[in-house]
């Protein structure tokens, strides 16, 4: 697909994709009406967030409506799943390795199928079904503490895929009369 956009040297060294690869390719406007087609209502499961940032950037650039579809995070789930990856080593080389996963990295096909095959562990393992993680994929890795010192245990909450945030990470921090806790 060609992006219509100026070539990054760092992205073309990631992926190896140069600007003269993609000049005679579809641009995004022309492959929207497919796409959507084929996404819209279904679950769509990405390694991180570029995949959703992407898709909702060029949507903006070409005046499109994102798709409407349900994005699940595998880094969030294998990070719910398995503790040892709670804080570190969820990048999808480090998992391929840990799972005996061959794959080529940095192409989209070959990122795609090991992120299927990630997730598939991850749904044996934990014996849940995709459906599981629409929600829970933002239930917290650990439980939250409060300044005192108590727990206050996971949080669970309704999540409201239409809402602004939705997907979105916040940093907050508690606020009491005569300063910040």
């Not at 990048?91 to 799972?99: D, E, P, V």
């Amino acid at each position: 697909m060609n992006p219509e956009d100026y070539f990054d040297h760092f992205n073309v060294a990631v992926h190896g994709i140069t600007e003269s690869d993609v000049v005679n390719e579809s641009l995004f406007s022309e492959v929207y009406k497919e796409l959507s087609s084929l996404v819209t209502n279904q679950i769509v499961v990405h390694h991180t967030a570029f995949d959703k940032v992407a898709i909702n950037a060029v949507c903006k650039k070409y005046k499109l409506k994102p798709p409407n579809l349900t994005w699940i995070d595998s880094v969030r789930v294998v990070r719910r799943v398995y503790p040892v990856f709670i804080s570190r080593g969820y990048g999808l080389k480090n998992l391929t390795n840990h799972f005996g996963i061959k794959f080529k990295h940095h192409d989209a096909e070959g990122d795609a199928i090991a992120t299927h095959k990630i997730v598939n562990h991850c749904l044996v393992d934990s014996k849940t079904e995709i459906e599981h993680w629409r929600e829970n994929q933002f239930r917290s890795t650990q439980s939250t503490k409060t300044v005192g010192g108590g727990v206050i245990g996971f949080i669970d909450s309704k999540v409201d895929s239409n809402g602004n945030l939705f997907g979105e990470t916040s940093i907050s921090s508690l606020v009491e009369p005569g300063g910040v806790l």
